[in-house]
């Protein structure tokens, strides 16, 4: 069993940056593949970003290629999306998800975990 919990989100203007974080308990953390999905208004939950549990191999939606960042410290548990350069577009529910593998995911198919979610609303 794994428990995910998000924070971060909130309302920022377009422009802005902004980091969420996922703590994550109950498996070695290191065990684990992150990744992030989400899920705007009216939308089909989409990829975002996932990283190896290592960190030394990430996948990156071409969307927010270039803008968002995927890191994890896994002294701490933690994954991190950093999101830079945000848009109305980017305005969704983001989800913390896990997977036991040994390389990064883009398909929410074996996704082991997810957690609540966290809001993200960019103004324009």
């Known amino acids: 069993q794994v428990q995910l919990v998000e924070s971060g989100g909130g309302l920022v203007q377009a422009g802005d940056s902004r980091r969420l974080s996922c703590a994550a308990s109950?498996?070695?953390?290191?065990?684990?593949?992150m990744g992030w999905f989400r899920q705007g208004p009216g939308k089909e939950r989409e990829f975002v970003a996932s990283?190896?549990?290592?960190?030394?191999?990430?996948y990156y939606a071409d969307s927010v290629k270039d803008r968002f960042t995927i890191s994890r410290d896994n002294i701490r548990n933690t994954v991190y999306l950093q999101m830079n350069s945000l848009k109305p577009e980017d305005t969704a529910v983001y989800f913390c998800t896990s997977k036991s593998s040994s390389t990064p995911y883009i398909s929410a198919r074996g996704v082991d975990y997810w957690g609540q979610g966290t809001l993200v609303t960019v103004s324009s």
């Open positions: 109950g498996r070695t953390f290191m065990n684990l593949a």
């Open positions: 990283i190896s549990g290592t960190g030394s191999s990430t």
